[in-house]
Nanobody
Framework: QLQASGGGLVQAGGSLRLSCAAS????????IGWFRQAPGKEREGVSC????????YYADSVKGRFTISSGNAKNTVSLQMSSLKPEDTAIYYCAAVTGSYYYTICPAYYAVEYWGEGTQVTVSS
């Protein structure tokens, strides 16, 4: 199972840190990703990481503002979000697939094996 946390309400320009914690398995050879879905919009891949080698993907809309990182010792993947914009408002989900690299699930999420419950991020203008 995956558990996402860290969402909240923040003003534009602010920062939030999301965390995705795994239970029942260990992040050792997984692709882990963050996805978001705003009302009336398709779910989109925001950022993904390959826990085997640390390779990453970022959507163009978040490059330079978001940073994904994995901490295998704590079995978590974090998404540091800075310079937040109102258009970043969405429900954010973490997801994982076993034995893969980031490109397996980012940007297209169809190969995802595990989804966590979402966490709401709201950025006010």
């Amino acid at each position: 199972q995956l558990q996402a946390s860290g969402g909240g309400l923040v003003q534009a320009g602010g920062s939030l840190r999301l965390s995705c914690a795994a239970s029942g398995f260990t992040f050792g050879d997984h692709a882990i990703g963050w996805f978001r879905q705003a009302p009336g919009k398709e779910r989109e891949g925001v950022s993904c990481i390959s826990t085997s080698d640390g390779s990453t993907y970022y959507a163009d809309s978040v490059k330079g503002r978001f940073t994904i990182s994995s901490g295998n010792a704590k079995n978590t993947v974090s998404l540091q979000m800075s310079s937040l914009k109102p258009e970043d408002t969405a429900i954010y989900y973490c997801a994982a697939v076993t034995g893969s690299y980031y490109y397996t699930i980012c940007p297209a999420y169809y190969a995802v094996e595990y989804w966590g419950e979402g966490t709401q991020v709201t950025v006010s203008s």
